[in-house]
């Protein structure tokens, strides 16, 4: 899987890219059909807002975008939280994938077995 990670208005550091890329690639653990993954960081420049770093990610699998964005007053909070969320919707999909051709093959009729032409006879 390939990781990017971005800033706008905000210089990410190496060791802001690297913990991001840990920590994000930990979802792709939980399910390993995922291509790409984007990280953008932003700062606001209002002075009243207090958690002013906001992480976004982008999980890309296919057929299917996976989107989580949170804030915090510092990068590595914002990854936590973005990583929480993005983890909770990856269990979700997981689930919802998993159980559908189970719940798809229990609602399907039983077969019953015909017995052999010597039973019949009897």
């Known amino acids: 899987m390939r990781i990017t990670v971005n800033g706008t208005n905000l210089d990410v550091t190496p060791q ?10 930990r ?5 390993d ?8 960081f932003s700062e606001e420049a ?3 807002i207090e958690e002013r770093v906001r992480c976004e ?3 890309h ?5 996976l989107r989580a964005s949170a804030t915090g007053p510092d990068p590595l ?4 939280r973005t990583e929480a969320k993005l983890a909770r919707q990856v269990r979700k999909l997981k689930t919802k994938l998993v159980s559908k051709p189970r719940r798809e093959a229990a609602q399907a009729e039983p077969i019953m077995p ?9």
Not at 61 to 65: D, E, L, T
Request: hydrophobic share 40%; no cysteine.
């Open 33 to 40: 059909r995922f291509i790409d993954m984007e990280g953008v």
């Open 27 to 31: 979802v792709s653990r939980m399910f």
């Open 61 to 65: 699998a296919k057929g299917q975008y």
């Open 77 to 80: 909070t914002a990854i936590d």
């Open 57 to 59: 990610a982008t999980l």
């Open 114 to 122: 015909t017995p052999p032409p010597d039973e019949l006879a009897g």
């Open 16 to 25: 802001i890219r690297d913990e991001a890329i840990a920590k994000l690639s």
């Open 46 to 48: 209002n002075p009243r």
